[in-house]
């Protein structure tokens, strides 16, 4: 946390294709949704999104992100959405859970915030800097990772950007 909010993130750059990245952690991932009965959806766009990142912080934000999804929401789905724009890979978490209220809106990436209340059963609560760690790590790849939701009990979404994007459609062979 002391080196991402300093901005001594030690990142290991490669290119490498970010639907296969966001492939494989959903697949590492999954077990965990079968088991609490939610569904994870992963919706790419045809062909390769190329990107220069470190991919194990990547890996660390889309972790993070779906952890917290899951944390968050009893029943229902989890959409991770995976987009190239012109400038940048968006990739996108969305859940059906707890939603958050516009004062949490604005708080979520402190240091040590925890959202009141946000917790399941017996789930350790965790330490509240997932979202700052996440939050820097994105930021020292020159992306955004924001915040948004319809209110309480109307779930959430968190989307980051990763700047530089190649978007190579799969052609197919006749």
Known sequence: LSRAEEDRL???YAEFDLSGLVEHVA???RPQFDDTGLALTVRLPSGRISVRADPDR???VL???LGNALIATDSGAVTIDVAARSDAAVISVTDTGEGLAAGDLERI???FYRVPA????DQDPGSGI???ISLAIIRAHGGSLTAASAGPERGSTFTFTLPGALHRLRTEAV
Do not use: C, W
């Open 10 to 12: 030690d990142l290991q």
């Open 27 to 29: 697949a590492r991932m």
């Open 58 to 60: 990547i890996t660390q």
């Open 63 to 65: 972790t993070n992100l």
């Open 109 to 111: 990436f402190e240091r």
């Open 118 to 121: 946000r917790r399941r059963g």
């Open 130 to 132: 997932g979202l700052t």
